[in-house]
């Protein structure tokens, strides 16, 4: 059937009829409530909580799959703003780790409903999307080769990374087979949760206290205050640069832009969201920004990108202004070799960010050198969990002597770092089906002249070079992973015409998603 495209409409709810618009605002409340109900019932007992997230999960795919994107986007925007409101009757650290849990099983468990439908029904998709699914299968099964190896000596440190890493690959096969069945109308809900995000944002800038009192989010800091504390972070801290850290508050202090360079005194608390996460906060921003931006809408980006500051998180900072410049001049210029000057523009953010970073000892330029100089000692890889921040106690880390030598001993604070030092040559195929999937966009966007694919090309390979500097980059559902998910819903929505009336997102005279 001949696709009918996503950039025809518009990535906001105005645009919509008055029944689009109940029928939106009826799977956020869907998306609200299968994020809640298992963090709620994780109260009554644990089993009882992963029986309801399986359950939920289930019944959302069979019975309301194109909601699906809506749902997984709520879950990592807002699981942890409910943890955070049962945090005073949690028991343990154990119990609060388990809360925070459940927006992974209902990925999986979604995935596994999904898959089986594609691949009963594998050949009535279009060759471009098996081809996509092809190359997020592959990564996949490296990745669960390499779970196997780091999960002989690490499981737990494993498992870690194997949900960090695979995730976004995940929600690329989900969005983009559930796009391809039922057409550009799934996206039209995630608009809704944009805004929600920005209005907690503004509300956490300028009415902190308040909200954190209604939220419980003191209860929920101190819990992962405890976390640090057990393993001595603080106190090594305190040691080094005679800071001490009074309470959950003093964490949140950061200078401007969180940057020693601009030489500012100004301090300000860093936003931390919705899912008590800062950066991860900063690139689910940066993801709305740049879908509404696809449709040639930037009012939000106006709106967020104080919030962008206020979290001081440079490369989703960068991620949307070399996009948003990119985009801009692709819609008034030649675009031949406009793909091959965005490379060298990162190139050249990346050699000097490298060259600055060595210069100042800075923290994530030596942990990728720790994560090369692994790579260059065993190029085979070591398996998951074997390095990386989510691994280690960082309280054993000696920067001084790190910055001394010019690398860490392990690698840290580096996606692509910590993905050479653990899977070593195989990691580079990450990287590559990122590239890959960009240069699909990029082709769609050759063909066709429509914004959404020069988005996703420009922003998939935009975060890929932030993964050389943070870890959050590639390994975030907020962060790769939500660009992979606008990947799957762009690139299947376009490929396959909508076949099936949506059980609770209706097709509509007016398409829906972004417009040129």
Known sequence: MPAQSVSSGRFHAESASPMARIETA????????A????????LAG??????????????????AAPAIPTVLVAAYLFQNLFVSLITPWVADLADF??????????????????MAHYVQSRASFDPAVRRLVNIASGVLLLVLAYFALGAVSAPKQAAVYLRNIATPFLLLQLCIVVAARFGRGVA?????????????????????????????????LEMRLRQVND??????????????????????????????????????????????????????????????????????????????????????????LLTTLFVTVSRIAPV?????????????????????????????????????????????????????NLSINMATIDWSRSQALGKTDTAL??????????????????CAANVCIALAAWRQFLATRRSEFAVVAFALLAVTTNGLFQEEALFAPLAVGTLMMLAGLVLGATSVADRHPSPVVARTAKPVGVRP
């Not at 009826?26 to 609200?32: D, G, I």
């Not at 940066?286 to 001081?312: K, T």
């Not at 580096?414 to 195929?429: D, F, H, K, R, T």
């Open 231 to 320: 393993t001595g972070q603080w106190v090594k801290l305190m040691q080094e640069t005679g800071l001490v850290t009074r309470d959950v508050h003093d964490t949140q202090k950061i200078t401007l832009l969180n940057t020693p360079l601009l030489g500012t005194s100004i301090e300000l608390y860093r936003l931390l969201g919705p899912n008590f996460h800062a950066i991860s906060y900063a690139y689910g921003l940066a993801f709305f920004c740049l879908a509404f931006l696809a449709g040639g809408r930037i009012m939000y980006m106006l709106f967020a990108l104080p919030l962008l500051v206020v979290v001081g998180s440079k490369g989703a900072l960068i991620l949307v």
């Open 35 to 42: 994020t809640a109900l298992p963090v709620g019932a994780h």
């Open 26 to 33: 009826m799977v956020v409340a869907l998306a609200l409530f």
């Open 97 to 114: 780790d388990s809360a925070r849990a459940y927006n992974f099983l209902l990925t999986v468990t979604v995935w596994f409903v999904v």
């Open 413 to 430: 604070e580096s996606a692509i770092g910590v993905l050479l030092y653990q899977m070593g040559i195989a990691a580079l195929a990450v």
């Open 336 to 388: 031949n070799a406009l793909l091959w000057i965005f490379a060298a523009v990162l190139a050249a953010y990346a050699a000097a960010t490298f060259v600055i970073g060595k210069k100042v000892g800075d923290y994530h330029v030596i942990g990728l050198l720790g994560g090369i100089d692994g790579f260059l000692h065993n190029p085979a890889g070591r398996g998951l969990g074997a390095g990386g």
């Open 46 to 63: 644990h089993l009882f909580g992963l029986g309801l997230c399986l359950m939920l999960a289930v019944l959302v795919a069979n019975f």
């Open 188 to 220: 039209r809900p995630l608009a809704a949760l944009g805004w929600l995000l920005l209005l907690y944002g503004h509300v956490e800038l300028f009415l902190r206290e308040g909200l954190f009192d209604l939220i419980n989010a003191n209860d929920y």
